[in-house]
T-cell receptor
């Protein structure tokens, strides 16, 4: 099946810890995106990548880092510099301007 | 930056009723999309509609770009329509299909 997978479904972070969220797609899409969603809010763009080995900051990149070493993978690291990381994180990919395909999301909680 | 305002924020419908959701945006846009987020967090693209009218089954959407608003119509609502409906826009020159989301309309359809 073609699609986008995210893991884990739930993730717990301790104070001062870096954690990495996985996003994989087998749709052969060039562009990939990471969004953050807080309760009762819309999605906000963290980072995006148009092509392998290239990525750009979105609206709320502080405290996050990404890599794009392979076309199908776009992992997001939530660093200790992100002071309020509790949120729902969504990954998406696209091949054109018409549609973004979203993964099932990862819920990050701080212990 | 651009403002994307959605109304109403919450809506409760009896199954079988019709509804209209509205999205106002503060600037000219290249792209406007409607998404549905189900209660488990999965987002699905409903319409790509920078202008004009489209219909897909019980759903239809209209965007009047010159007046900076879009409407999503849901007819004969079903319990499976429950969730949050988001409007998202792309600014001219934003590049790489970056979307700015509204805060959504939470729809609850009761039997």
């Amino acid at each position: 099946d073609g699609g986008i997978t995210q893991s884990p479904k739930y993730l717990f972070r301790k104070e001062g810890q870096n954690v990495t969220l996985s996003c994989e797609q087998n749709l052969n899409h060039d562009a990939m995106y990471w969004y953050r969603q807080d309760p009762g809010q819309g999605l906000r763009l963290i980072y995006y990548s148009q092509i392998v080995n290239d990525f750009q900051k979105g609206d709320i990149a502080e405290g996050y880092s990404v890599s794009r070493e392979k076309k199908e993978s776009f992992p997001l690291t939530v660093t200790s510099a992100q002071k309020n990381p509790t949120a729902f994180y969504l990954c998406a990919s696209s091949i054109d301007r018409v549609t973004q395909y979203f993964g099932p999301g990862t819920r990050l909680l701080v212990l | 930056g651009i403002q994307v305002e959605q109304s109403p924020p919450d809506l409760i419908l009896q199954e079988g009723a019709n509804s209209t959701l509205r999205c106002n945006f503060s600037d000219s846009v290249n792209n406007l999309q409607w998404f549905h987020q189900n209660p488990w967090g999965q987002l699905i693209n409903l319409f790509y509609i920078p202008s004009g009218t489209k219909q897909n089954g019980r759903l239809s959407a209209t965007t009047v770009a010159t007046e900076r608003y879009s409407l999503l119509y849901i007819s004969s609502s079903q319990t499976t329509d429950s969730g949050v409906y988001f409007c998202a826009v792309e600014l001219p020159g934003a590049g790489s299909y970056q979307l700015t989301f509204g805060k959504g309309t939470k729809l609850s359809v009761i039997p």
